[in-house]
């Protein structure tokens, strides 16, 4: 029997007929439900039959007490562009969509706070923010659909880290239900808050196997002056790295660092028709947005300019020249995801190593491809600055859908064994989720792993909270 049959009225005596939908419901279509039990990752086909979209805290408390005491299982759904699998719910899961608690709630002038549910979407928090004098930093392609509190269970990060930091440095703090339906409240929105474990930093990352986060507090920022977007062509990725060190010398705030190969650019230009930035090709292209807050800052751009080009580290460069440029450099980089997986059947890796060990890294890996999976073409690009490569593999013609993903399953595990051999990590930013579950270990070790299971059962004592995903 279906969890549809066996638990719908039940739920919708408890929290209302118009928040609760099953997959037999007329008022949306197949395709519409599915979406709300699945993400980006294309590998795990949806299999749910009710989805409720609760309205308060209390809603979601009702709906976790209940699935405690009937052993039902929940999968937490946000925006659903996450490239982990973590809201994949597939096993007749109860689907909790965060999609209606999606207003402000508070915010303070005085201390650039805001307070908002957990199902907004991150460019209306954006644009809350702004209309407030203020600015949420945390920014990537996917914010238009992404939700708040999806960003916070990933930990996200996005083009800005290099200056802002990951998410995690935002958030003040938070409501949760936990897997027993009790609903805490971690920090309020206080910043100095020394007593004990801050349990809110569990939740940051947590791809909802700990509890649902409900409401979230964040921090505000002053809104950046001008900005300027410099787009170079360089060879090779050392000069990559000098520039990043030479963009550090010239104490212009960096609030981007970001970087693609000539095979990503190519994409790009193909799918959304834009035109060569540069008359001739590259290896690699690094994209830097630098903060302009005065005339002296100009100056010190055009040294910097001018120390890169004499120290050859720059084959071509362009500078912004107005808002329209500074678009269609940031979509360069910000269409490649898209433009990869619309051109390709993709399987994505998502990494993070010190920089120093970067060049090595994609040596031997360079190696392992030529010797082991020769059809194999490697899309690079992503957030350099931090260390983070996006590694896409595309799918040589030659080779089915299944055949290609079944291959993928064998080059995984050689290169996470080099990422650690290079001491880096198998996630930098999209997490866990179902889709590395099996390879934690590359990166955790036995004890870690053992403490975060003991945590889980802290919080959900009978694992009913996103089950099968992280650990
Ligand atoms: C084009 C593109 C570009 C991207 N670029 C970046 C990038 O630069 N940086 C980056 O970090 N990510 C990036 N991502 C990945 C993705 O957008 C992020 O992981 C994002 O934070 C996921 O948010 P979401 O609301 O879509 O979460 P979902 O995909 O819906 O869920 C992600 C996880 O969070 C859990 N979850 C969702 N809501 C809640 C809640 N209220 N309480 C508890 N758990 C919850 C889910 O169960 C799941 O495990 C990109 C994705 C795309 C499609």
Redesign the pocket.
């Known amino acids: 029997m279906s969890l549809s049959s066996e638990h719908k009225e039940k739920i919708i005596s408890l929290i209302g007929k118009e928040k609760v939908f099953s997959k037999e419901n007329v008022e949306m279509d197949e395709g519409t439900f599915n979406s709300f039990g699945t993400?980006?990752t294309k590998v795990y086909s949806p299999n749910f039959t009710l989805l409720c979209f609760p309205k308060s805290t209390e809603d979601v408390s009702t709906l976790v007490k209940y699935a405690y005491q009937n052993n039902i299982k929940i999968?937490?759904?946000?925006?659903?562009?996450?490239?982990a699998g973590?809201?994949i719910a597939k096993e007749d899961e109860l689907v909790i969509s965060?999609s209606k608690m999606d207003s402000v709630i508070d915010f303070d002038p005085f201390f650039a706070s805001i307070t908002v549910g957990?199902?907004m979407i991150t460019k209306n928090l954006h644009k809350e923010a702004e209309s407030k004098g203020y600015f949420f930093p945390v920014d990537?392609?996917?914010t238009g659909?992404?939700?708040i509190?999806?960003?916070i269970?990933?930990n996200?990060?996005?083009?800005r880290v290099v200056h802002y930091g990951l998410i995690r440095n935002w958030v003040l703090g938070m409501k949760v239900v936990i897997g027993t339906g009790e609903i805490l409240e971690f920090n309020g929105s206080i910043l100095k808050n020394n007593t004990g474990y801050d349990l809110k930093h569990l939740l940051i990352g947590?791809?909802?196997t700990l509890?649902?986060?409900?409401e979230v507090s964040l921090k505000l920022t002053k809104i950046p002056h001008d900005t300027q977007v410099l787009l170079f062509a360089v060879s090779d990725y050392s000069s990559i790295l000098n520039l990043f060190k030479f963009s550090h010398n010239s104490s212009l705030p960096l609030l981007a660092f970001e970087f693609f190969s000539d095979l990503c650019l190519g994409k790009v230009k193909e799918h959304l028709g834009l035109a060569s930035p540069f008359p001739t090709s590259s290896a690699y292209y690094v994209l830097m947005e630098f903060e302009i807050q005065d005339e002296s800052d100009n100056d010190k751009l055009y040294k910097f300019l001018e120390e890169v080009v004499n120290e050859g580290l720059v084959e071509d460069g362009s500078v912004s020249q107005n808002s329209r440029q500074k678009e269609t450099f940031w979509k360069y980089r910000e269409g490649i995801?898209?433009s990869l997986s619309i051109l390709h059947t993709v399987h994505k890796n998502d990494i993070s190593l010190p920089l120093r060990k970067m060049e090595p890294f994609l040596n031997d890996l360079e190696l392992l491809l030529a010797s082991k999976y020769p059809g194999f073409e490697i899309a690079l690009f992503g957030?350099i600055g931090d260390g983070n490569l996006h590694l896409n593999i595309l799918k040589p013609a030659s080779l089915s859908n299944e055949e290609f993903f079944k291959e993928c399953k064998n080059v995984d595990p050689e290169m996470f064994e080099l990422i650690k051999k290079h001491s880096g990590s198998i996630s930098a930013?999209?997490?866990i989720?179902l889709l590395k579950k099996d390879f934690l270990e590359f990166s955790r070790s036995k004890i870690e792993i053992e403490l975060m299971k003991e945590i889980k059962k802290a919080f959900d004592p009978k694992g009913i909270m996103?089950p099968g995903?992280v650990i």
């Open positions: 993400d980006r999968v937490p759904s946000g925006g659903r562009t996450g490239y973590g809201a965060l957990a199902g990537f392609a996917a659909s992404s939700h509190a999806g960003n269970a990933t996200a990060g996005g083009v947590s791809e909802g509890g649902i986060i409900t995801s898209e957030h930013e999209h997490g989720g996103n995903k």
